[in-house]
Protein backbone atom coordinates (compact mmCIF):
# COMPACT_ATOMS: atom_id res chain seq x y z
CA UNK A 1 0.00 0.00 0.00
CA UNK A 2 2.67 2.23 0.77
CA UNK A 3 6.07 2.42 0.12
CA UNK A 4 8.97 2.00 3.16
CA UNK A 5 9.67 5.61 4.56
CA UNK A 6 12.87 5.10 4.04
CA UNK A 7 15.70 2.81 2.33
CA UNK A 8 17.15 1.64 5.29
CA UNK A 9 17.58 -2.14 5.13
CA UNK A 10 17.69 -4.76 8.37
CA UNK A 11 21.25 -5.72 7.36
CA UNK A 12 22.60 -2.37 8.37
CA UNK A 13 21.15 -1.77 11.17
CA UNK A 14 23.08 -2.53 14.54
CA UNK A 15 22.88 -2.50 17.89
CA UNK A 16 21.64 1.09 19.44
CA UNK A 17 23.73 2.58 21.73
CA UNK A 18 21.85 6.14 22.36
CA UNK A 19 19.60 4.82 25.30
CA UNK A 20 21.49 6.68 28.09
CA UNK A 21 20.30 10.20 26.49
CA UNK A 22 16.67 9.19 27.83
CA UNK A 23 17.44 6.83 30.32
CA UNK A 24 19.45 8.99 32.87
CA UNK A 25 17.38 11.45 32.68
CA UNK A 26 14.44 9.36 33.41
CA UNK A 27 16.05 7.66 36.44
CA UNK A 28 16.67 10.89 37.77
CA UNK A 29 12.88 12.02 37.39
CA UNK A 30 12.10 8.55 39.29
CA UNK A 31 14.31 9.00 42.21
CA UNK A 32 13.04 12.63 42.80
CA UNK A 33 9.40 11.23 42.54
CA UNK A 34 9.62 8.61 44.77
CA UNK A 35 11.63 10.56 46.95
CA UNK A 36 8.60 13.80 47.02
CA UNK A 37 5.84 11.15 47.07
CA UNK A 38 7.96 8.95 50.28
CA UNK A 39 8.33 12.71 51.99
CA UNK A 40 4.72 13.32 51.24
CA UNK A 41 3.75 9.90 53.24
CA UNK A 42 6.77 10.31 56.14
CA UNK A 43 6.37 14.18 56.57
CA UNK A 44 3.00 15.47 56.14
CA UNK A 45 -0.61 14.01 57.41
CA UNK A 46 -2.06 13.41 54.07
CA UNK A 47 -1.01 10.16 54.39
CA UNK A 48 -3.90 8.41 53.24
CA UNK A 49 -3.79 10.66 49.58
CA UNK A 50 0.05 9.67 49.21
CA UNK A 51 -0.80 6.19 49.48
CA UNK A 52 -2.97 6.44 47.15
CA UNK A 53 -1.43 8.47 44.59
CA UNK A 54 1.75 5.91 44.96
CA UNK A 55 -0.31 2.59 44.50
CA UNK A 56 -2.46 4.44 41.39
CA UNK A 57 1.00 5.20 39.83
CA UNK A 58 2.13 1.63 40.58
CA UNK A 59 -0.91 -0.13 39.21
CA UNK A 60 -0.60 2.20 36.04
CA UNK A 61 2.53 1.57 35.40
CA UNK A 62 2.77 -2.20 36.31
CA UNK A 63 -0.60 -3.01 34.19
CA UNK A 64 1.16 -1.61 31.03
CA UNK A 65 4.54 -3.47 31.61
CA UNK A 66 1.88 -6.84 32.03
CA UNK A 67 -0.04 -5.69 29.73
CA UNK A 68 2.86 -5.84 27.31
CA UNK A 69 3.88 -8.77 28.09
CA UNK A 70 0.47 -10.40 27.52
CA UNK A 71 0.05 -9.06 24.00
CA UNK A 72 3.90 -10.18 23.37
CA UNK A 73 2.46 -13.90 24.22
CA UNK A 74 -0.87 -13.26 21.64
CA UNK A 75 0.69 -12.01 19.10
CA UNK A 76 2.86 -15.35 19.68
CA UNK A 77 0.12 -17.19 20.14
CA UNK A 78 -1.54 -16.19 16.75
CA UNK A 79 1.96 -16.61 15.21
CA UNK A 80 1.06 -13.17 13.82
CA UNK A 81 3.97 -11.95 11.42
CA UNK A 82 3.48 -8.00 10.89
CA UNK A 83 4.08 -7.16 14.58
CA UNK A 84 7.42 -8.68 14.53
CA UNK A 85 9.46 -5.78 13.45
CA UNK A 86 7.72 -4.00 16.82
CA UNK A 87 8.37 -6.99 18.69
CA UNK A 88 11.30 -6.22 20.65
CA UNK A 89 9.90 -3.09 22.06
CA UNK A 90 7.16 -5.30 23.28
CA UNK A 91 9.79 -7.62 25.17
CA UNK A 92 11.84 -4.89 26.67
CA UNK A 93 8.17 -3.10 28.11
CA UNK A 94 7.27 -6.42 29.17
CA UNK A 95 11.46 -7.08 30.68
CA UNK A 96 10.64 -3.90 33.05
CA UNK A 97 7.86 -6.28 35.20
CA UNK A 98 11.20 -7.27 37.81
CA UNK A 99 11.76 -3.29 38.75
CA UNK A 100 7.93 -3.61 40.04
CA UNK A 101 9.18 -5.91 42.80
CA UNK A 102 11.58 -3.12 44.31
CA UNK A 103 8.46 -0.85 43.62
CA UNK A 104 6.30 -3.08 45.46
CA UNK A 105 7.99 -2.25 48.53
CA UNK A 106 7.04 1.53 49.08
CA UNK A 107 3.51 -0.22 48.71
CA UNK A 108 3.76 -2.44 51.18
CA UNK A 109 4.98 0.98 53.68
CA UNK A 110 1.59 2.65 53.21
CA UNK A 111 0.04 -0.70 52.96
CA UNK A 112 -2.37 0.32 56.26
CA UNK A 113 -3.38 3.31 54.76
CA UNK A 114 -5.09 1.74 51.50
CA UNK A 115 -6.54 -1.52 52.93
CA UNK A 116 -8.82 -1.20 55.73
CA UNK A 117 -8.92 -5.26 55.90
CA UNK A 118 -5.06 -4.86 57.36
CA UNK A 119 -4.75 -5.52 60.46
CA UNK A 120 -3.90 -2.71 62.64
CA UNK A 121 -5.50 -0.45 59.61
CA UNK A 122 -6.67 2.86 60.64
CA UNK A 123 -9.75 2.89 58.18
CA UNK A 124 -10.74 -0.27 59.91
CA UNK A 125 -13.19 2.14 61.84
CA UNK A 126 -15.90 2.49 59.14
CA UNK A 127 -16.46 -1.13 59.07
CA UNK A 128 -18.47 -2.18 61.60
CA UNK A 129 -21.22 -4.40 62.64
CA UNK A 130 -22.25 -6.74 60.67
CA UNK A 131 -19.65 -5.62 57.70
CA UNK A 132 -17.06 -6.42 60.42
CA UNK A 133 -18.27 -9.97 60.98
CA UNK A 134 -18.23 -10.87 57.12
CA UNK A 135 -15.08 -9.32 56.98
CA UNK A 136 -13.57 -11.50 59.30
CA UNK A 137 -15.00 -14.58 58.96
CA UNK A 138 -16.12 -14.74 55.06
CA UNK A 139 -13.07 -12.87 53.75
CA UNK A 140 -9.94 -13.60 56.30
CA UNK A 141 -9.16 -16.49 54.49
CA UNK A 142 -8.30 -15.09 51.38
CA UNK A 143 -7.62 -10.95 52.55
CA UNK A 144 -4.91 -11.47 54.86
CA UNK A 145 -1.25 -10.09 54.98
CA UNK A 146 0.61 -13.42 54.81
CA UNK A 147 -1.35 -14.41 51.68
CA UNK A 148 -1.42 -11.23 50.05
CA UNK A 149 2.33 -11.42 50.23
CA UNK A 150 2.03 -15.26 49.15
CA UNK A 151 0.27 -13.92 45.81
CA UNK A 152 2.24 -11.17 45.31
CA UNK A 153 5.08 -14.09 45.06
CA UNK A 154 3.33 -15.92 42.58
CA UNK A 155 2.28 -13.12 40.52
CA UNK A 156 5.62 -11.51 40.24
CA UNK A 157 7.39 -14.65 40.03
CA UNK A 158 5.07 -15.83 36.86
CA UNK A 159 5.97 -12.24 35.07
CA UNK A 160 8.85 -12.26 35.31
CA UNK A 161 10.11 -15.84 34.32
CA UNK A 162 7.81 -15.67 31.18
CA UNK A 163 9.33 -11.93 30.52
CA UNK A 164 13.10 -13.35 31.00
CA UNK A 165 12.05 -16.47 28.66
CA UNK A 166 10.33 -15.02 26.13
CA UNK A 167 13.36 -11.91 26.19
CA UNK A 168 16.38 -14.44 26.61
CA UNK A 169 15.34 -16.71 23.45
CA UNK A 170 14.58 -13.57 20.93
CA UNK A 171 17.97 -11.97 21.71
CA UNK A 172 19.47 -15.28 21.53
CA UNK A 173 18.16 -15.15 17.99
CA UNK A 174 20.05 -12.02 17.32
CA UNK A 175 23.20 -13.35 17.74
CA UNK A 176 22.77 -17.38 16.36
CA UNK A 177 19.58 -16.62 14.05
CA UNK A 178 18.68 -20.32 15.62
CA UNK A 179 14.83 -21.34 13.34
CA UNK A 180 14.36 -23.48 16.87
CA UNK A 181 14.32 -20.34 19.05
CA UNK A 182 11.10 -19.07 17.17
CA UNK A 183 9.36 -22.70 17.70
CA UNK A 184 10.22 -22.17 21.50
CA UNK A 185 8.42 -19.16 21.88
CA UNK A 186 5.39 -19.59 19.64
CA UNK A 187 5.11 -23.02 21.88
CA UNK A 188 6.01 -21.32 25.50
CA UNK A 189 3.85 -18.12 24.80
CA UNK A 190 0.22 -19.59 24.60
CA UNK A 191 0.82 -22.24 27.74
CA UNK A 192 1.51 -19.16 29.56
CA UNK A 193 -1.40 -17.19 28.33
CA UNK A 194 -3.60 -18.56 30.93
CA UNK A 195 -0.75 -17.72 34.04
CA UNK A 196 -1.02 -14.24 32.59
CA UNK A 197 -4.68 -13.95 32.66
CA UNK A 198 -5.40 -15.26 35.82
CA UNK A 199 -2.29 -13.00 37.81
CA UNK A 200 -3.26 -9.95 36.25
CA UNK A 201 -6.71 -10.85 37.09
CA UNK A 202 -5.94 -10.95 40.98
CA UNK A 203 -3.43 -8.73 40.86
CA UNK A 204 -5.87 -5.83 40.36
CA UNK A 205 -8.64 -7.93 42.73
CA UNK A 206 -5.77 -7.45 45.41
CA UNK A 207 -4.00 -3.94 44.17
CA UNK A 208 -7.23 -2.10 43.60
CA UNK A 209 -10.55 -4.23 44.04
CA UNK A 210 -9.78 -4.88 48.16
CA UNK A 211 -9.97 -1.29 48.69
CA UNK A 212 -13.20 -1.65 48.71
CA UNK A 213 -13.08 -5.09 50.66
CA UNK A 214 -17.14 -5.72 50.78
CA UNK A 215 -16.95 -5.36 47.47
CA UNK A 216 -16.86 -7.91 44.89
CA UNK A 217 -16.64 -8.02 41.19
CA UNK A 218 -15.72 -10.93 38.69
CA UNK A 219 -14.94 -8.51 35.64
CA UNK A 220 -12.88 -6.18 37.50
CA UNK A 221 -9.92 -8.11 36.77
CA UNK A 222 -10.81 -7.73 32.75
CA UNK A 223 -11.65 -4.01 33.31
CA UNK A 224 -7.93 -3.70 34.28
CA UNK A 225 -6.60 -5.70 31.71
CA UNK A 226 -8.65 -3.42 29.10
CA UNK A 227 -7.58 -0.09 29.86
CA UNK A 228 -3.73 -1.40 30.57
CA UNK A 229 -3.69 -2.92 27.31
CA UNK A 230 -5.11 -0.61 25.42
CA UNK A 231 -2.50 1.93 27.07
CA UNK A 232 0.14 -0.40 25.80
CA UNK A 233 -0.78 -0.18 22.13
CA UNK A 234 -0.75 3.69 23.09
CA UNK A 235 2.93 3.49 24.40
CA UNK A 236 3.55 1.32 21.25
CA UNK A 237 2.56 3.45 18.30
CA UNK A 238 4.37 6.81 20.84
CA UNK A 239 7.49 4.64 20.73
CA UNK A 240 7.30 3.22 17.26
CA UNK A 241 6.77 7.07 15.85
CA UNK A 242 9.35 8.44 17.77
CA UNK A 243 12.51 5.53 17.24
CA UNK A 244 13.31 7.37 14.07
CA UNK A 245 17.31 8.06 13.87
CA UNK A 246 20.17 5.73 13.54
CA UNK A 247 19.90 1.94 14.40
CA UNK A 248 16.39 2.20 15.31
CA UNK A 249 13.34 0.12 14.09
CA UNK A 250 11.11 3.21 13.38
CA UNK A 251 12.83 3.69 10.18
CA UNK A 252 11.85 0.53 8.59
CA UNK A 253 8.40 0.11 9.80
CA UNK A 254 5.43 0.60 7.40
CA UNK A 255 2.76 3.01 7.24
CA UNK A 256 0.53 -0.35 7.22
CA UNK A 257 1.87 -1.15 10.49
CA UNK A 258 1.14 2.01 11.93
CA UNK A 259 -2.70 1.73 10.93
CA UNK A 260 -3.07 -1.74 12.36
CA UNK A 261 -1.64 0.06 15.70
CA UNK A 262 -4.62 2.07 15.00
CA UNK A 263 -7.15 -0.28 14.31
CA UNK A 264 -5.87 -1.93 17.69
CA UNK A 265 -6.27 0.82 20.15
CA UNK A 266 -10.01 1.75 18.10
CA UNK A 267 -11.21 -1.87 19.05
CA UNK A 268 -9.52 -1.96 22.47
CA UNK A 269 -11.02 1.46 23.18
CA UNK A 270 -14.65 -0.07 22.18
CA UNK A 271 -13.44 -3.04 24.46
CA UNK A 272 -12.52 -0.73 27.42
CA UNK A 273 -16.25 0.62 27.02
CA UNK A 274 -17.73 -2.98 26.65
CA UNK A 275 -15.94 -4.30 29.67
CA UNK A 276 -16.82 -1.12 31.84
CA UNK A 277 -20.42 -1.37 30.81
CA UNK A 278 -20.84 -4.85 31.69
CA UNK A 279 -19.92 -4.55 35.05
CA UNK A 280 -21.84 -1.37 35.77
CA UNK A 281 -25.05 -3.12 34.12
CA UNK A 282 -24.63 -5.99 36.06
CA UNK A 283 -24.80 -4.45 39.48
CA UNK A 284 -27.03 -1.18 38.51
CA UNK A 285 -29.85 -3.65 36.89
CA UNK A 286 -29.25 -5.93 40.14
CA UNK A 287 -28.98 -3.18 42.55
CA UNK A 288 -28.26 -5.37 45.55
CA UNK A 289 -27.19 -3.67 48.66
CA UNK A 290 -23.75 -5.37 48.76
CA UNK A 291 -22.83 -4.53 45.15
CA UNK A 292 -24.56 -1.27 44.44
CA UNK A 293 -22.82 1.40 47.10
CA UNK A 294 -19.77 1.23 44.98
CA UNK A 295 -21.31 2.42 42.50
CA UNK A 296 -23.76 4.57 44.31
CA UNK A 297 -20.75 6.41 45.26
CA UNK A 298 -19.49 7.32 41.88
CA UNK A 299 -22.86 7.69 40.11
CA UNK A 300 -24.70 10.28 42.22
CA UNK A 301 -23.18 13.32 44.33
CA UNK A 302 -19.70 14.84 44.27
CA UNK A 303 -18.31 11.63 41.86
CA UNK A 304 -21.73 11.79 39.14
CA UNK A 305 -19.73 14.45 36.68
CA UNK A 306 -16.59 12.21 35.92
CA UNK A 307 -18.17 9.17 35.54
CA UNK A 308 -20.36 10.77 33.25
CA UNK A 309 -17.72 12.57 32.03
CA UNK A 310 -15.45 8.79 31.67
CA UNK A 311 -17.61 7.69 29.42
CA UNK A 312 -17.56 10.31 26.93
CA UNK A 313 -13.83 10.86 27.19
CA UNK A 314 -12.46 7.14 27.45
CA UNK A 315 -15.10 5.70 25.26
CA UNK A 316 -16.99 8.08 22.70
CA UNK A 317 -13.98 10.94 21.78
CA UNK A 318 -11.64 8.48 21.31
CA UNK A 319 -13.92 6.26 19.55
CA UNK A 320 -14.91 8.66 16.80
CA UNK A 321 -11.45 10.24 16.61
CA UNK A 322 -10.12 6.62 16.16
CA UNK A 323 -12.94 5.74 13.28
CA UNK A 324 -11.10 7.80 10.89
CA UNK A 325 -9.02 6.10 8.59
CA UNK A 326 -6.90 9.30 7.56
CA UNK A 327 -5.46 9.46 11.21
CA UNK A 328 -4.55 6.44 11.77
CA UNK A 329 -2.45 6.30 8.40
CA UNK A 330 -0.76 9.49 10.22
CA UNK A 331 1.92 8.76 12.88
CA UNK A 332 2.16 12.22 14.35
CA UNK A 333 -1.24 12.41 14.88
CA UNK A 334 -2.22 9.07 15.98
CA UNK A 335 0.23 9.27 18.51
CA UNK A 336 -1.12 12.73 20.02
CA UNK A 337 -4.65 10.62 20.45
CA UNK A 338 -2.06 7.86 21.95
CA UNK A 339 -0.74 10.18 24.62
CA UNK A 340 -4.80 11.21 25.14
CA UNK A 341 -5.66 8.20 25.67
CA UNK A 342 -2.32 7.57 27.90
CA UNK A 343 -3.72 10.61 30.48
CA UNK A 344 -7.56 9.49 30.11
CA UNK A 345 -6.31 5.74 31.14
CA UNK A 346 -4.61 7.63 34.82
CA UNK A 347 -8.24 9.26 35.16
CA UNK A 348 -9.88 5.81 34.57
CA UNK A 349 -7.75 4.35 37.43
CA UNK A 350 -8.02 7.62 39.44
CA UNK A 351 -11.89 7.03 39.15
CA UNK A 352 -10.90 3.12 40.38
CA UNK A 353 -9.06 4.23 43.43
CA UNK A 354 -9.58 7.81 44.54
CA UNK A 355 -12.98 7.52 46.25
CA UNK A 356 -11.90 4.77 48.38
CA UNK A 357 -10.00 7.91 49.75
CA UNK A 358 -12.66 11.05 49.50
CA UNK A 359 -15.83 8.63 49.56
CA UNK A 360 -19.01 11.01 49.13
CA UNK A 361 -16.24 14.30 49.39
CA UNK A 362 -16.25 13.97 45.64
CA UNK A 363 -12.74 14.60 43.48
CA UNK A 364 -9.76 15.98 44.99
CA UNK A 365 -6.26 16.61 43.76
CA UNK A 366 -3.17 15.88 46.10
CA UNK A 367 0.46 17.03 44.71
CA UNK A 368 2.18 13.09 45.34
CA UNK A 369 -0.03 12.23 42.13
CA UNK A 370 2.03 14.02 39.86
CA UNK A 371 5.51 13.21 41.95
CA UNK A 372 4.28 9.36 42.61
CA UNK A 373 3.23 9.29 38.82
CA UNK A 374 6.58 10.73 37.23
CA UNK A 375 8.37 8.53 40.12
CA UNK A 376 7.25 5.46 39.67
CA UNK A 377 6.99 6.02 35.68
CA UNK A 378 10.87 6.99 35.51
CA UNK A 379 11.98 4.39 37.23
CA UNK A 380 10.07 1.91 35.03
CA UNK A 381 11.02 3.14 31.78
CA UNK A 382 14.54 3.35 32.92
CA UNK A 383 14.81 0.43 33.97
CA UNK A 384 13.22 -0.56 30.35
CA UNK A 385 15.45 1.53 28.27
CA UNK A 386 18.57 -0.34 30.71
CA UNK A 387 16.97 -3.56 29.19
CA UNK A 388 17.03 -1.55 25.53
CA UNK A 389 21.03 -0.27 25.89
CA UNK A 390 23.31 -2.10 23.92
CA UNK A 391 20.42 -4.23 21.75
CA UNK A 392 18.79 -4.49 18.56
CA UNK A 393 16.17 -2.56 17.96
CA UNK A 394 14.39 -5.40 16.31
CA UNK A 395 14.48 -8.88 15.78
CA UNK A 396 16.87 -8.94 13.26
CA UNK A 397 17.58 -12.74 12.50
CA UNK A 398 13.99 -13.67 13.16
CA UNK A 399 12.54 -15.82 10.67
CA UNK A 400 9.70 -13.72 9.98
CA UNK A 401 11.33 -10.25 10.07
CA UNK A 402 11.44 -9.76 6.09
CA UNK A 403 7.70 -10.85 6.34
CA UNK A 404 6.98 -8.18 8.75
CA UNK A 405 8.45 -5.66 6.48
CA UNK A 406 6.68 -6.70 3.80
CA UNK A 407 3.49 -6.56 5.23
CA UNK A 408 0.50 -4.84 3.47
CA UNK A 409 -3.19 -4.53 4.49
CA UNK A 410 -5.47 -6.80 3.51
CA UNK B 1 -27.64 -2.02 -34.60
CA UNK B 2 -26.50 1.33 -33.61
CA UNK B 3 -23.33 2.14 -32.32
CA UNK B 4 -25.38 4.40 -29.57
CA UNK B 5 -26.36 1.67 -27.61
CA UNK B 6 -23.70 -0.99 -27.80
CA UNK B 7 -20.51 -0.47 -25.46
CA UNK B 8 -17.75 -2.07 -25.51
CA UNK B 9 -14.46 -3.22 -23.66
CA UNK B 10 -11.07 -4.27 -24.26
CA UNK B 11 -10.27 -6.85 -22.14
CA UNK B 12 -6.78 -8.34 -21.37
CA UNK B 13 -5.73 -11.44 -19.19
CA UNK B 14 -2.56 -11.76 -17.05
CA UNK B 15 -0.72 -14.04 -15.36
CA UNK B 16 -0.10 -13.02 -11.64
CA UNK B 17 -2.11 -10.51 -9.77
CA UNK B 18 1.24 -9.23 -9.61
CA UNK B 19 1.40 -8.29 -13.31
CA UNK B 20 -2.23 -6.96 -13.40
CA UNK B 21 -1.49 -4.22 -10.98
CA UNK B 22 1.64 -3.38 -12.61
CA UNK B 23 -0.18 -2.99 -15.98
CA UNK B 24 -3.43 -1.40 -14.84
CA UNK B 25 -0.92 1.56 -13.04
CA UNK B 26 0.72 1.91 -16.45
CA UNK B 27 -2.55 2.21 -18.09
CA UNK B 28 -3.30 4.75 -15.69
CA UNK B 29 -0.65 6.56 -16.42
CA UNK B 30 -0.74 6.40 -20.18
CA UNK B 31 -4.48 8.36 -19.54
CA UNK B 32 -6.67 5.42 -19.77
CA UNK B 33 -9.90 5.78 -17.81
CA UNK B 34 -12.98 4.10 -16.15
CA UNK B 35 -10.25 0.74 -16.15
CA UNK B 36 -11.38 -1.89 -13.94
CA UNK B 37 -9.87 -5.35 -12.69
CA UNK B 38 -11.34 -8.43 -11.97
CA UNK B 39 -9.81 -11.71 -9.84
CA UNK B 40 -10.96 -14.36 -7.92
CA UNK B 41 -9.92 -12.90 -4.80
CA UNK B 42 -9.32 -9.53 -3.22
CA UNK B 43 -5.95 -7.67 -5.18
CA UNK B 44 -3.68 -6.13 -2.82
CA UNK B 45 -2.86 -3.19 -5.01
CA UNK B 46 -5.77 -2.61 -7.55
CA UNK B 47 -7.76 0.45 -6.03
CA UNK B 48 -4.64 2.24 -5.67
CA UNK B 49 -3.41 1.45 -9.20
CA UNK B 50 -7.37 2.18 -10.84
CA UNK B 51 -6.71 5.54 -8.62
CA UNK B 52 -10.32 4.62 -7.06
CA UNK B 53 -11.25 7.63 -4.58
CA UNK B 54 -11.69 6.78 -1.17
CA UNK B 55 -14.77 3.77 -0.79
CA UNK B 56 -18.08 5.57 0.70
CA UNK B 57 -19.04 2.51 2.38
CA UNK B 58 -17.71 3.54 6.13
CA UNK B 59 -19.66 6.68 5.87
CA UNK B 60 -23.35 4.37 4.80
CA UNK B 61 -22.04 2.09 7.35
CA UNK B 62 -21.48 4.85 10.03
CA UNK B 63 -25.14 6.41 9.14
CA UNK B 64 -26.94 3.12 9.45
CA UNK B 65 -25.38 3.10 12.68
CA UNK B 66 -26.22 5.92 13.67
CA UNK B 67 -30.14 5.48 12.71
CA UNK B 68 -29.97 2.21 14.23
CA UNK B 69 -29.05 4.09 17.63
CA UNK B 70 -31.71 6.98 17.56
CA UNK B 71 -34.38 3.90 16.38
CA UNK B 72 -33.45 2.22 19.32
CA UNK B 73 -33.19 4.44 22.04
CA UNK B 74 -37.07 6.05 20.14
CA UNK B 75 -38.39 3.23 20.38
CA UNK B 76 -38.01 1.95 23.53
CA UNK B 77 -38.62 5.36 25.36
CA UNK B 78 -41.87 5.54 23.60
CA UNK B 79 -42.88 1.93 24.90
CA UNK B 80 -41.55 1.60 28.18
CA UNK B 81 -41.94 5.56 29.28
CA UNK B 82 -45.52 6.76 27.57
CA UNK B 83 -47.18 3.56 25.87
CA UNK B 84 -47.08 0.98 27.83
CA UNK B 85 -45.05 2.29 31.54
CA UNK B 86 -44.06 -0.52 33.26
CA UNK B 87 -42.13 -0.70 36.76
CA UNK B 88 -39.29 -2.72 37.37
CA UNK B 89 -37.81 -2.81 40.20
CA UNK B 90 -38.32 0.16 41.38
CA UNK B 91 -36.26 2.11 38.33
CA UNK B 92 -36.90 5.30 36.93
CA UNK B 93 -39.38 4.59 33.47
CA UNK B 94 -36.67 6.33 31.53
CA UNK B 95 -33.66 4.21 32.47
CA UNK B 96 -31.01 4.16 29.48
CA UNK B 97 -28.72 2.00 31.10
CA UNK B 98 -30.91 -0.75 30.84
CA UNK B 99 -31.73 0.29 26.64
CA UNK B 100 -27.50 -0.05 26.40
CA UNK B 101 -27.51 -3.20 24.64
CA UNK B 102 -30.62 -3.18 22.35
CA UNK B 103 -29.24 0.28 21.72
CA UNK B 104 -26.29 -1.59 20.65
CA UNK B 105 -27.25 -4.44 18.59
CA UNK B 106 -29.46 -2.28 16.56
CA UNK B 107 -26.90 0.25 15.77
CA UNK B 108 -25.08 -3.22 14.62
CA UNK B 109 -27.66 -4.81 12.68
CA UNK B 110 -28.53 -1.05 10.93
CA UNK B 111 -24.55 -0.85 10.00
CA UNK B 112 -24.16 -3.99 8.97
CA UNK B 113 -27.26 -4.02 6.72
CA UNK B 114 -25.70 -0.42 5.43
CA UNK B 115 -22.56 -2.38 5.10
CA UNK B 116 -24.31 -4.69 2.67
CA UNK B 117 -27.15 -2.86 0.71
CA UNK B 118 -24.84 -0.25 0.13
CA UNK B 119 -22.07 -2.13 -1.16
CA UNK B 120 -24.45 -3.76 -3.61
CA UNK B 121 -26.07 -0.66 -4.51
CA UNK B 122 -22.16 0.85 -5.10
CA UNK B 123 -21.43 -1.85 -7.02
CA UNK B 124 -24.48 -1.65 -8.65
CA UNK B 125 -25.04 -5.29 -7.87
CA UNK B 126 -26.98 -8.31 -8.83
CA UNK B 127 -26.19 -7.49 -12.61
CA UNK B 128 -27.33 -10.07 -14.04
CA UNK B 129 -26.28 -8.88 -17.78
CA UNK B 130 -23.13 -7.20 -18.48
CA UNK B 131 -21.36 -7.18 -22.44
CA UNK B 132 -18.32 -8.76 -20.45
CA UNK B 133 -20.17 -12.34 -19.68
CA UNK B 134 -19.98 -12.20 -23.70
CA UNK B 135 -16.51 -13.23 -23.47
CA UNK B 136 -16.15 -17.09 -22.89
CA UNK B 137 -12.49 -17.10 -21.79
CA UNK B 138 -13.60 -14.55 -19.07
CA UNK B 139 -14.95 -17.00 -17.12
CA UNK B 140 -11.26 -17.78 -15.44
CA UNK B 141 -11.54 -14.29 -13.61
CA UNK B 142 -13.86 -16.50 -10.93
CA UNK B 143 -11.43 -19.27 -10.52
CA UNK B 144 -7.91 -18.72 -11.69
CA UNK B 145 -7.52 -15.41 -14.25
CA UNK B 146 -6.56 -11.42 -13.63
CA UNK B 147 -8.21 -9.29 -15.75
CA UNK B 148 -8.41 -5.65 -16.90
CA UNK B 149 -10.81 -3.73 -18.99
CA UNK B 150 -10.33 -0.71 -20.56
CA UNK B 151 -13.74 1.14 -22.23
CA UNK B 152 -13.29 1.11 -26.03
CA UNK B 153 -15.08 3.36 -28.46
CA UNK B 154 -17.87 1.17 -30.00
CA UNK B 155 -17.07 0.82 -33.63
CA UNK B 156 -13.11 1.98 -33.68
CA UNK B 157 -10.20 0.40 -33.95
CA UNK B 158 -8.68 -1.31 -30.86
CA UNK B 159 -5.55 -2.66 -32.36
CA UNK B 160 -3.39 -0.11 -30.59
CA UNK B 161 -4.94 -0.60 -26.88
CA UNK B 162 -4.36 -4.47 -27.89
CA UNK B 163 -1.16 -4.11 -28.69
CA UNK B 164 0.07 -1.92 -25.64
CA UNK B 165 -1.42 -4.43 -22.95
CA UNK B 166 -0.19 -7.44 -25.10
CA UNK B 167 3.55 -5.10 -24.75
CA UNK B 168 2.35 -5.38 -20.96
CA UNK B 169 2.63 -8.91 -20.32
CA UNK B 170 -1.09 -9.61 -21.06
CA UNK B 171 -1.15 -13.37 -21.75
CA UNK B 172 -4.56 -12.56 -24.08
CA UNK B 173 -6.50 -10.17 -25.03
CA UNK B 174 -9.95 -9.36 -26.37
CA UNK B 175 -12.55 -6.95 -27.59
CA UNK B 176 -16.42 -7.59 -26.63
CA UNK B 177 -19.08 -5.10 -27.34
CA UNK B 178 -23.00 -5.64 -25.81
CA UNK B 179 -26.04 -3.86 -25.20
CA UNK B 180 -25.55 -0.89 -22.99
CA UNK B 181 -26.85 -1.30 -19.19
Known amino acids: MSPPVTSVRVADIERYTGTPKLMVPAFGLGVLGLLATLAGYFATDAKGAAAHSYLLAFSYWAGISVAFLLMLCIFHTAKAKWPIVLRRTMETAASAVPIFILLLLPLLLMVKDLYSWWPGSPLAAHIQGIEAEHLSHKQHGYLNPTFFYVRQAIYFGVWVFVSWRMRSWSLKQDETGELDL ?229 | MEATVLDSWVLAEFGTPDALVDATRQMREKGFQGMDTYSPYPLHGGSEALGLPPSRVPFIALGGALTGMCTALAMQTWMNTYDYPLNI ?71 AVMDQLKSLGATQVTLVTGEKE
Open chain 1, 182 to 410: TVKQRRFAPGSLPFLALTITFASFDWLMSLTPMWQSTIYGVYYFSGSFLAAFCVLTIVTTNATGANLYGSVVKLDHFHNLGKLMLAFVAFWAYTAFSQFLLVWIANIPEEAPWYGLRIFGAWRPMSIALFFLHFVLPFFILLSRNLKLQPRKLSVVAVYILAIHAVDLYWLIWPALTGTDGPSFHWTLVTAFLGVGGIAVGFALLQARNRFTLPVKDPYIAESLRYVQP
Open chain 2, 89 to 159: GGRPLLSLPAWVPITFELSVLFAAFGIFFGLLALSRLPQPYHPVFESDAFRSASTHGYWLSVPQATGQDAT
